[in-house]
């Protein structure tokens, strides 16, 4: 084993030893939460910068694959209201996450598209067959 995989195993063994019993989940909330302060905190300063705001306008435009009034976005863009918006999204995906791997799937209600008829979705499950649900976009 070379001297410098040695360290790195060394290194991880002793974050796992510090984080033992944390609840990982927590941990990466805590360091994006941090990067994105991080982030915003420089965004803000270049924000001033002219060369940069028509840079943000071409990318997001890319991004977005669309033409958008700078008006529908430049007054939120990298404010404390986004970072709120992207601290609550995070706390959702790592920390109030009911699906685990290796866990019991959830069961939350379905409502069909009139509204009147109610079910949960392990109910569609039939026999031994699998339950396959696809959550695809086709445009």
């Not at 002793?14 to 609840?23: A, D, K, L, P, R």
């Not at 019991?104 to 699998?130: E, F, H, M, Q, Y």
Request: proline fraction near 4%; hydrophobic fraction near 45%.
């Amino acid at each position: 084993m070379s001297l410098v995989t040695e360290l790195l195993l060394k290194l991880y063994l002793s974050v796992e030893m510090v984080f033992e019993g944390f609840n990982k989940a927590l941990l990466y909330y805590y360091a994006h939460a941090a990067f994105g302060c991080v982030v915003l905190g420089f965004l803000n300063i270049a924000w001033h910068i002219p060369i940069l705001k028509q840079v943000v306008v071409v990318w997001f435009n890319w991004v977005s694959r669309i033409e958008m009034p700078i008006s529908q976005y430049w007054d939120t863009l990298f404010t404390w209201k986004m970072m709120k918006t992207y601290l609550k999204i995070l706390h959702r995906d790592y920390v109030d996450r009911k699906a685990k791997t290796g866990e019991i799937a959830p069961n939350p209600p379905l409502v069909s598209v009139d509204g009147k008829t109610r079910c949960r979705i392990l109910d569609l499950a039939r026999g031994s067959r699998p339950l396959v649900l696809n959550f695809g976009n086709y445009t």
